[in-house]
Nanobody, 125 residues
Framework: QVQLVESGGGLAQAGGSLRLSCAASERTFATYSMGWFRQAPGKEREFAAA????????LYADSVKGRFTISRDNVKNTVYLQMNSLKPEDTAVYYC??????????????????WGQGTRVTVSS
């Protein structure tokens, strides 16, 4: 079982940046594709970004494309989400999730097997 721990959330001003990290406990981290999802207050969890096992393919939601960048370091068993040009509507709890199909960049949450506890991001206007 993969344990995922997110960090890096906090308070940012509109137009600012934050970098989220997600550390995995599993040494087979490289066999998973990874995704970031987010859940705003009162809303359903939604897809933000995904990356294949080797970083060869990425996928972004239209709402974050051009502003967010997903990356991973398989030596450190960590996936990142660099968030630039933040907007108040980016305010949410952000979750990283692991998909055992390593070649997949899926926006469907049902594709993912493991997820962390989340890290909260608040963007003020």
């Amino acid at each position: 079982q993969v344990q995922l721990v997110e960090s890096g959330g906090g308070l940012a001003q509109a137009g600012g940046s934050l970098r989220l990290s997600c550390a995995a406990s599993e040494r087979t981290f490289a066999t998973y594709s990874m995704g970031w999802f987010r859940q705003a207050p009162g809303k359903e969890r939604e897809f933000a970004a995904a990356i294949t096992w080797n970083g060869g393919s990425t996928l972004y939601a239209d709402s974050v494309k051009g502003r967010f960048t997903i990356s991973r370091d398989n030596v450190k068993n960590t996936v990142y989400l660099q968030m630039n040009s933040l907007k108040p509507e980016d305010t949410a709890v952000y979750y990283c999730e692991a998909n055992s199909w390593r070649y997949s960049v899926s926006s469907v949450e049902g594709s993912y097997t493991y997820w962390g506890q989340g890290t909260r991001v608040t963007v003020s206007s």
